[in-house]
Nanobody, 125 residues
């Protein structure tokens, strides 16, 4: 049974930091690129960051570039999203996702095969 379980969300003040974790099970984690997305109320789900299978390459949305960092530990089947200098507009449910793609890091929701249930991040002003 495929599972992606996010954790680490919560309430934080603007300017603070959080680290999200996503533990994968039920599939071969090392063979998947991993992505982070977020969805605010009334808005579409949007790309935040991604990392390739061996962790050697990452991609992040322009809006979070230099603030958010994605990493992974293949021994622990876990992907992380370090979020720094948080802003109120970053408030959303954050999702991790897995993409079986051999060549490119995708920013498209439709390219991802498996999804977690999400974790709420609330940034107060």
């Amino acid at each position: 049974q495929v599972q992606l379980v996010e954790s680490g969300g919560g309430l934080v003040q603007a300017g603070g930091s959080l680290r999200l974790s996503c533990v994968a099970s039920g599939f071969s984690f090392i063979n998947y690129n991993m992505g982070w997305f977020r969805q605010a109320p009334g808005k579409e789900r949007e790309f935040v960051g991604s990392i390739n299978r061996n962790g050697g390459r990452t991609d992040h949305a322009d809006s979070v570039q230099g603030r958010f960092f994605t990493s992974r530990d293949n021994d622990k089947n876990t992907v992380y999203l370090q979020m720094n200098s948080l802003k109120p507009e970053y408030t959303a449910v954050y999702y991790c996702a897995a993409d079986l793609n051999l060549f490119t890091l995708s920013r498209r929701v439709s390219d991802y095969d498996y999804w977690g249930q999400g974790t709420q991040v609330t940034v107060s002003s």
